[in-house]
């Protein structure tokens, strides 16, 4: 069974932090990069963020410097450590992987950054 779980989001002023997990099953996390996308109201969803199984990262433009991606890999969990929040990073964020030929999302966690 592939299972992907967010968790941590929330209300934060502008200039805030949060720091947002994704816990994942061990077939998925052991073997693909993990990835943060966002999706925000009438927008379509977006990548954010991306870590492989090495620790290399990746970043989206509009967070690059504000967001930080790590991996713990005994609990097989993905955090992403946003700071600097900005009313434009309100969206629901997914953590997402591919396995067996296609892409599994979680159910998503909201986070609003109120201005």
């Known amino acids: 069974q592939v299972q992907l779980v967010e968790s941590g989001g929330g209300l934060v002023q502008a200039g805030g932090s949060l720091r947002l997990s994704c816990a994942a099953s061990r077939n998925i996390f052991s073997v693909n990069a993990i990835d943060w996308f966002r999706q925000a109201p009438g927008k379509q969803r977006e990548f954010v963020a991306r870590i492989t199984t090495g620790g290399s990262t990746n970043y989206a433009d509009s967070v690059k410097g504000r967001f930080t991606i790590s991996r713990d890999n005994a609990k097989s969990t993905v955090y992403m450590s946003m700071n600097s929040l900005k009313p434009e990073d309100t969206a629901i964020y997914y953590c997402?992987?591919?396995?067996?030929?296609?892409?599994?999302w979680g159910q998503g966690t909201q986070v609003t950054v109120s201005s």
């Open positions: 997402s992987a591919y396995y067996g030929g296609r892409r599994f």
